[in-house]
């Protein structure tokens, strides 16, 4: 029997998940599917920031920084659990942007947040030493606040709040084919399913043009692909917060805490394919130099412990260098006309921190096609997990709860879950309730709850999206973890 639906969404990355939330929120019957994990390509790529784009000021692009700014509000209090706030220094010793310029920026960056809960931007001072001290030249500079983000798991939140709404979410599942039928999409997917939908949105990310060619439509948007990479090295500094190291060809690097260790990224390198989303030796030295213009601890590559690289699919608006290229998103509704074709909406373009908001616009150009008036129905929502007080009153409720999950455990799963910890550990009294430790403080427990309520499908959609504990673990230990989920998984 064929299957129906209001929306089939196509791309299960952060704009595909918050799309279909916003839609089954909206009462829509929605079915998303994605050839691989949620996350599983740019959106557990990224520098893993909710921020508003300080840089993006000097393109003059405020609307984009202004919605950003509105939208990291929202986000900071939707998850507290996998969004937190986090303060960067942005030293100003050799730099290209003078100090007046800087600091106007920085006025305006705070200005264009309106109210906002987090602290406001301000200069270094010689006090600041835990900010100073790690830096090669002193102590002029300033500070500002953003966020920080599990970027794959605000991915699979958005995903488990459009599934409890009542959308299908269908990982694994490619598009075979889909075509117009009047007022409908006529579709057949990888797991042999045929089904029908009112509307289609293509929100494959840096597949969205291979997509339109595959249903042989053109598209007046292009895309302009950029690869991003990161790497990670040995802890360069003490402390929670970031930095923002301005470099003499203009561009920015962040240097963040990570895992332990420091994150250190991004490039802004063009491609030609999606698939072309791995760091090279280039990047590589380039992200070192970049830290080693500013920090006091020097690197090489050699002292690199992971790398990720990602690529963005940006809205080409014609700049000549892929770091000018626009961060904002443009959306696409080709209706053939007046003539009551199904509709299908394109997105090109978007970043994690503006994702909701995509997704409210897409409902509002999609819903009349569909004969409903969009509602606005996430602007104050808790993301699952995410009703919890401050975050460190809520560890120390865990703790004292759950006594038997440790300080490192219970700090990693009460960042993760948030409040569906009472769900996961719903009638465990004690550490054997967890099952066996599979590594790295994960349990049987929880593994198999991202396999059931997560869609993690094979070991490394738990180990390096739901979780980034396959960082942590060796050879040998990933292995056993791959063992153990083949005899509990396999079909």
């Given at each position: 029997?064929?299957?129906?639906?209001?929306?089939?969404?196509?791309?299960?990355?952060?704009?595909?998940?918050?799309?279909?939330?916003?839609?089954?929120?909206?009462?829509?019957?929605?079915?998303?599917?994605?050839?691989?994990?949620?996350?599983?390509?740019?959106?557990?790529?990224?520098?893993?920031?909710?921020?508003?784009?300080?840089?993006?000021?000097?393109?003059?692009?405020?609307?984009?920084?202004?919605?950003?700014?509105?939208?990291?509000?929202?986000?900071?209090?939707?998850?507290?659990?996998?969004?937190?706030?986090?303060?960067?220094?942005?030293?100003?010793?050799?730099?290209?942007?003078?100090?007046?310029?800087?600091?106007?920026?920085?006025?305006?960056?705070?200005?264009?947040?309106?109210?906002?809960?987090?602290?406001?931007?301000?200069?270094?001072?010689?006090a600041d030493t835990a900010y100073t001290a790690p830096l090669k030249n002193g102590a002029r500079g300033f500070i500002y606040s953003d966020a920080f983000v599990d970027d794959s798991r605000l991915t699979v939140l958005n995903a488990m709040d459009a599934h409890n709404a009542g959308a299908e979410i269908a990982v694994r599942t490619e598009l075979?084919?889909?075509?117009?039928?009047?007022?409908?999409?006529?579709?057949?997917?990888?797991?042999?399913?045929?089904?029908?939908?009112?509307?289609?949105?293509?929100?494959?990310?840096?597949?969205?043009?291979?997509?339109?060619?595959?249903?042989?439509?053109?598209?007046?948007?292009?895309?302009?692909?950029?690869?991003?990479?990161?790497?990670?090295?040995?802890?360069?500094?003490?402390g929670d917060h970031a930095y923002i190291l301005q470099l003499a060809d203009r561009r920015i690097v962040f240097a963040i805490p990570y895992q332990g260790q420091t994150e250190i990224g991004t490039t802004d390198v063009p491609v030609d394919r999606p698939e072309d989303a791995v760091i090279d030796d280039g990047e590589i030295a380039y992200l070192?130099?970049?830290?080693?213009?500013?920090?006091?601890?020097?690197?090489?590559?050699?002292?690199?412990?992971?790398?990720?690289?990602?690529?963005?699919?940006?809205?080409?608006?014609?700049?000549?260098?892929?770091?000018?290229?626009?961060?904002?998103?443009?959306?696409?509704?080709?209706?053939?006309?007046?003539?009551?074709?199904?509709?299908?909406?394109?997105?090109?373009?978007?970043?994690?921190?503006?994702?909701?908001?995509?997704?409210?616009?897409?409902?509002?150009?999609?819903?009349?096609?569909?004969?409903?008036?969009?509602?606005?129905?996430?602007?104050?929502?808790?993301?699952?997990?995410?009703?919890?007080?401050?975050?460190?009153?809520?560890?120390?409720?865990?703790?004292?709860?759950?006594?038997?999950?440790?300080?490192?455990?219970?700090?990693?799963?009460?960042?993760?879950?948030?409040?569906?910890?009472?769900?996961?550990?719903?009638?465990?009294?004690?550490?054997?309730?967890?099952?066996?430790?599979?590594?790295?403080?994960?349990?049987?427990?929880?593994?198999?709850?991202?396999?059931?309520?997560?869609?993690?499908?094979?070991?490394?959609?738990?180990?390096?999206?739901?979780?980034?504990?396959?960082?942590?673990?060796?050879?040998?230990?990933?292995?056993?973890?791959?063992?153990?989920?083949?005899?509990?998984?396999?079909?």
């Amino acid at each position: 029997m064929t299957q129906s639906y209001d929306i089939l969404i196509v791309g299960g990355g952060i704009n595909g998940a918050a799309i279909a939330r916003e839609a089954t929120l909206n009462g829509l019957s929605v079915l998303l599917v994605e050839k691989g994990d949620l996350a599983g390509a740019t959106s557990s790529a990224s520098t893993k920031l909710i921020h508003g784009g300080l840089r993006y000021l000097e393109y003059y692009d405020f609307k984009l920084v202004a919605e950003a700014l509105r939208e990291r509000e929202r986000l900071v209090k939707a998850a507290p659990h996998i969004i937190r706030p986090m303060r960067f220094v942005l030293p100003h010793e050799n730099a290209v942007r003078p100090w007046w310029m800087v600091r106007l920026g920085l006025y305006l960056y705070d200005f264009l947040g309106g109210r906002m809960t987090l602290k406001r931007s301000r200069g270094l001072r010689k006090a600041d030493t835990a900010y100073t001290a790690p830096l090669k030249n002193g102590a002029r500079g300033f500070i500002y606040s953003d966020a920080f983000v599990d970027d794959s798991r605000l991915t699979v939140l958005n995903a488990m709040d459009a599934h409890n709404a009542g959308a299908e979410i269908a990982v694994r599942t490619e598009l075979v084919t889909a075509r117009r039928d009047g007022a409908v999409w006529r579709a057949t997917l990888s797991d042999g399913r045929d089904i029908t939908a009112r509307a289609l949105v293509n929100a494959a990310g840096p597949w969205v043009a291979e997509l339109l060619g595959r249903l042989g439509i053109n598209a007046s948007a292009g895309v302009r692909l950029v690869k991003g990479s990161h790497i990670v090295v040995p802890k360069l500094y003490e402390g929670d917060h970031a930095y923002i190291l301005q470099l003499a060809d203009r561009r920015i690097v962040f240097a963040i805490p990570y895992q332990g260790q420091t994150e250190i990224g991004t490039t802004d390198v063009p491609v030609d394919r999606p698939e072309d989303a791995v760091i090279d030796d280039g990047e590589i030295a380039y992200l070192c130099d970049a830290a080693n213009q500013h920090f006091t601890r020097q690197i090489t590559p050699a002292d690199v412990t992971s790398t990720w690289s990602g690529v963005r699919p940006l809205y080409d608006d014609g700049a000549s260098e892929a770091k000018a290229v626009t961060r904002d998103y443009v959306l696409e509704l080709d209706t053939l006309g007046d003539t009551g074709a199904a509709p299908l909406l394109s997105v090109f373009g978007g970043k994690i921190t503006t994702a909701r908001h995509l997704a409210e616009e897409v409902l509002e150009k999609i819903a009349p096609t569909l004969g409903i008036t969009a509602r606005q129905t996430t602007r104050d929502r808790a993301f699952p997990g995410g009703s919890i007080p401050p975050f460190a009153t809520y560890l120390a409720q865990v703790r004292k709860r759950w006594p038997f999950l440790g300080d490192a455990r219970s700090e990693r799963m009460a960042h993760a879950y948030g409040a569906l910890l009472d769900e996961m550990l719903a009638g465990v009294t004690d550490e054997a309730g967890l099952g066996v430790d599979l590594g790295a403080g994960l349990t049987e427990l929880e593994a198999r709850w991202m396999h059931d309520r997560e869609w993690a499908r094979i070991p490394e959609d738990a180990l390096l999206r739901r979780s980034k504990i396959g960082l942590a673990l060796s050879r040998d230990q990933q292995d056993s973890f791959e063992a153990w989920w083949q005899r509990n998984f396999s079909r």
